[in-house]
Nanobody, 118 residues
Framework: VQLQASGGGLVQAGESLRLSCAVS????????MGWSRQAPGKEREFVAS????????AYADSVKGRFAISRANAKNTVDLQMNSLKPEDTAVYYC????????????WGQGTQVTVSS
């Protein structure tokens, strides 16, 4: 599975940003797609995930109600809509994939920087 993330940038607190991940290389019916992030000096943390087949999603408590993950079957993309951004959302965001049943993501895209100024 190849993953290509895009859409990062610099925004002010309270604004929105949409990340997109182009996925190729596999039939995705048995995959879970997700986004993780890593802030400077911190460990990478889970942000959101979605089951490709069926669309069930999950979110970290810190982003619930503000972020929304979605997938577009026809385009093979996974998007992360980020609203009401906070300075603490500043991080490098990574698109990821794993087979259903795997305990952790094992395919990673390159990161895209999101910076939220106060």
């Amino acid at each position: 599975v190849q993953l290509q993330a895009s859409g990062g940038g610099l925004v002010q607190a309270g604004e929105s940003l949409r990340l997109s991940c182009a996925v190729s290389g596999r039939t995705l019916a048995n995959y879970v797609m997700g986004w993780s992030r890593q802030a400077p000096g911190k460990e990478r943390e889970f942000v959101a995930s979605i089951i490709w087949s069926g669309g069930r999603s999950a979110y970290a408590d810190s982003v619930k109600g503000r972020f929304a993950i979605s997938r577009a079957n026809a385009k093979n993309t996974v998007d992360l809509q980020m609203n009401s951004l906070k300075p603490e959302d500043t991080a490098v965001y990574y698109c990821a994939a794993k087979l259903r049943g795997n305990p952790s993501f094992n395919y990673w895209g390159q990161g895209t920087q999101v910076t939220v100024s106060s």
